[in-house]
């Protein structure tokens, strides 16, 4: 019988090792007991560039590359960088920033979520600044003294914006959901990023869907798989 997990916002960095530990147990127990594994994004805290020689980078590439069954990769708004190479080495694939499961006869929209928080204008500015292809290329082509300094200072930055914003404007918008569902002729959406775990219903005019949001890995691990049975969000500790 075929199950699809997913997982998101694990936000592993060198600061939180049992975070790490957790996804490692994660990896070498549920993770070899489904079909394929997708991670919706923010896998890691930060990411500067490929060629970062970080010892966490290595050891992930290394525990995804060693599963048996084929991972995919969708691009959070922290690990947005990671790259063709880092690809190679943990052997997964990365998929476009909405993309399509056909699977029980039904289809599944999957991304990291941020996309849907339109309310959050400041973000989305933030964000267009740092998807511009020819921005990204500078970026990635200053020395990784320079790169490291400048990540560090937007997210001390980030970190006070966040503090003062409220948490409606960082939910997703209800419109900006039924469109994704319109668009890819969905009736399953699952992603992550606003860190509040739930199954909704979603209504509107000729449409009856669901929207599996996952949880961040900040105090236990968050799941959802996917299986003829439908939906089932679960957390385990680390
Ligand atoms: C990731 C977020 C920091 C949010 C910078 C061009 C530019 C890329 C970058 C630097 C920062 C990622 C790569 C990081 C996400 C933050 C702060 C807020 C809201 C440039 C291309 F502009 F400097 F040229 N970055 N890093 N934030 O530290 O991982 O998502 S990061
Ligand atoms: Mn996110």
């Known amino acids: 019988m075929s199950r699809i997990l997913f997982i998101a916002d694990l936000h592993l960095c060198q600061e939180e090792p049992a975070i790490t530990a957790g996804f490692l147990r994660f990896l070498a127990h549920q993770a070899q007991t489904c079909s394929e594994l997708y991670i919706l994004g923010d896998l890691f805290e930060a990411w500067i560039g490929d060629d970062d020689p970080s010892p966490l980078h290595r050891q992930i590439a290394q525990a995804i590359a ?23 080495q943990a052997n997964m694939q990365i998929l476009p920033e909405e993309y399509v499961l056909e699977r029980f006869g039904q289809r599944l929209v999957i991304m990291h979520g941020d ?70 002729n969905a009736t399953f959406l699952v992603h992550g990023h606003t860190h509040q775990p739930a199954i909704h219903s979603v209504k509107a005019v000729s449409l009856q869907a669901q929207r599996a949001v996952l949880g961040a890995w900040h105090q236990e691990g968050w799941m959802i798989e996917w299986s003829e049975k439908g939906l089932i969000l679960s957390d385990f500790p680390w």
Request: hydrophobic share 45%.
């Open 66 to 88: 060693a599963l048996s069954i084929p991972v995919y990769f969708i691009h959070g708004n922290r690990d947005f960088l990671v790259g063709k190479k880092f690809a190679r």
């Open 115 to 184: 996309t849907l928080c339109t309310d959050d204008v400041d973000y989305l500015k933030f964000r267009k600044k740092v998807h511009t292809p020819w921005i990204q290329w500078l970026f990635l082509r200053l020395p990784l003294s320079v790169r490291l300094n400048i990540a560090r200072k937007m997210r001390q930055r980030s970190q006070s914006a966040h503090q003062h914003k409220a948490m409606a404007v960082m939910d997703v918008n209800p419109q900006a959901v039924i469109e994704v569902f319109e668009r890819h």
